[in-house]
């Protein structure tokens, strides 16, 4: 299937996938929720603390002071292009979607604004056990959020299919942060439209993205002209280099995998009121973008 991304499969193995995972237990005084998702870890950024807006500035405090290594893996202007928008659209958002998680570098900036700007959060991703370091890691930094998030096992278009019909699901706005493989990045925004209706906005990160890998097809920003055409409404968001750049922190080997094109954001906010899915056709169902759908009860 086109829409099968190899990488997901072991995943999808899991008894409780393209679910709603119950509340994870207490972890044990002292363990590093990083210890659940082992890994190399990529630069922490430290929030600044001394801006203008004091909301900001109480949610970097507590940021800054969780006491374990982890990881950020967007950049500083990226988190505060997604807290201004969240800030200017103060009770226009009812839920906050997170698509990929890895080590909640965004997760933990969402639960502070969950509770400064009165929102539910809806973490989703592959990896039950990036959920769960994730959750660990807002445990211990915005205790007081925990009754306001849920973590969904599966792929977007799973998460779709499990909250298509639900009547809390409204007023939402989706952060995609999760593969940037050209296919399975139209599938996941392709699946949105069968939400339309409840989703305010996409923000989507990573559209300057490209590796020297061909046969990964890292194509993120191709992928939204895909399903919303070249004709896109949208305000970039995050860092825009002015040439093309290789980050030395992602060198391997000697050599670089991923860069950075030059004259492209890092990130696109996209208001659904303002463009048209061009893709997928009407013909379409959101079961053709499920790759791998939930287990059946045996």
Known sequence: MLFTDVFVEPFAQHPQWATFLPVPAPLAEGENPGDL?????????????????????RIAQRINAYPYATSDQC???????????????????????????FQGGLSILLAGCALEFDFQLDLVDIDPAALNATFHRIRLTFPEALPRIRLFLGELPNYVKACVREPDFQNAVLHHDGSHRFNIVVRDL???????????????????????????????????????????????????????TFPERLKREGEHDVY??????????????????????????????????????T
């Open 75 to 101: 950049s500083e202007k990226h988190y505060r292009d997604v807290f201004e928008f969240i800030r200017l659209n103060t009770g226009s958002i009812d839920r906050f979607v997170e698509c990929g998680v």
């Open 190 to 244: 392709a699946s949105l439209f069968y939400v339309r209706s409840k989703l305010h906005a996409v923000l989507i990160q990573d559209t300057h993205l490209r590796h020297s890998d061909p046969a990964k097809f890292c194509f993120v920003d191709a992928a939204v002209a895909a399903v919303f055409g070249l004709d896109l409404k949208y305000q970039p968001i995050g860092v825009t280099f002015h040439a093309t």
């Open 37 to 57: 998702l082992p890994g190399r870890h990529l630069q922490r950024q430290a929030r600044p603390t001394d801006t203008a807006n004091k909301i900001w500035n």
């Open 260 to 297: 950075f094109v030059g004259g492209l954001s890092e990130g696109m906010m996209i208001p659904l009121a303002e463009n048209n899915f061009l893709y997928p056709h009407a013909l379409h169902s959101i079961d053709d973008f499920i790759a791998f759908p939930a287990p059946q009860p």
